[in-house]
């Protein structure tokens, strides 16, 4: 019912940038939250940022280099990556708190996940 398309991974140099996209589509009737999660090998799935409720949250290891935001009217998500540090490696996925049109209950969608590799 609800399509999400990621993309914007890739490797990058430690200092860099990158921009992940996250695109919803389908039965939407309503989005109520927005979020970043990442993966490490070896590690569990950890927030990394969070839109809920107009409330904007950053994990403690991304303040001040990440930026999470949203386009409204293209139902699509971003997390602009700055300053990036090799412990930044993961696999990044978005994922979407919404109310599906054809039944208004709420449900959370993920995407497939897309890697980032920060490296030299």
């Known amino acids: 019912q609800v399509q999400l398309v990621e993309s914007g991974g890739g490797l990058v140099q430690p200092g860099g940038s990158l921009r992940l996209s996250c695109a919803a589509s389908?039965?939407?009737?309503?989005?109520?939250?927005i979020r970043w999660y990442r993966q490490a090998p070896g590690k569990q799935r950890e927030l990394v940022a969070t839109?809920?409720?107009?409330?904007?949250t950053y994990a403690d290891s991304v303040k001040g280099r990440f930026a999470i935001s949203m386009d409204n009217a293209n139902n699509t998500m971003y997390l602009q990556m700055n300053s990036l540090k090799p412990e930044d490696t993961a696999v990044y996925y978005c994922?979407?708190?919404?109310?599906?049109?054809?039944?208004?209950?709420?449900?959370?969608?993920w995407g497939q996940g897309t890697q980032v590799t920060v490296s030299s």
């Open positions: 389908g039965s939407i009737f309503s989005i109520y939250a």
């Open positions: 994922s979407y708190g919404l109310v599906l049109s054809t039944t208004l209950r709420r449900i959370d969608y």
């Open positions: 839109i809920t409720n107009a409330m904007t």
